[in-house]
């Protein structure tokens, strides 16, 4: 008998308070990309998903997170980033730029709106000029930079090492 035994699924980790981040997507081009993320944010419990222009969901990849996740939908996403700055969100993008911090330095507020950019052409200037932080994410190989759902999972996970009881 192994000393470890397969569970094929381990229940949640009980939060002591609800986690305080939020995803904000600029459009994306695949939403394979947006419901991966969204089966991510539900993982880490993330308190609510923000999606701009024509994405939906796609229950086989989303799994849980559709049902689980408060999502919304906008057309734009500038004026719902002011309105999360407003009510006291960091507003932090995960994108590579000249002054952007690596992920393994930063340390995310309590309360965060992770904002991802599209997968070919990131963060518009417009929404760059709004953030607070913007973050990244060190490669070592090629191509230069990580899938946006990949990328979204490490900063969340991140996210969630810094605060694992939410």
Known sequence: MSKFEHLRH??????TRPREIIVACAPMRSN????SIARTGSACAIERLVLTGNAS??????RDGESELDISTHRTLLPVLKRLKDDGYRLVGLEQT???VSMHC???SRRTALVIGNERTGLTS???EVLDDVVEI????????????TATSI?????CRQYPQG
């Open 138 to 149: 060190p490669v070592y190989g090629l191509p230069h930079s990580f899938n946006a759902a």
């Open 126 to 128: 417009e929404i760059l």
């Open 57 to 62: 969901l796609i229950s086989k990849i989303a």
């Open 10 to 15: 381990k229940p949640g980790s009980e939060l």
């Open 106 to 108: 930063y340390e995310f």
């Open 32 to 35: 394979v990309n947006v419901s």
């Open 98 to 100: 000249t002054n952007s």
């Open 155 to 159: 900063a969340l996970y991140e996210y």
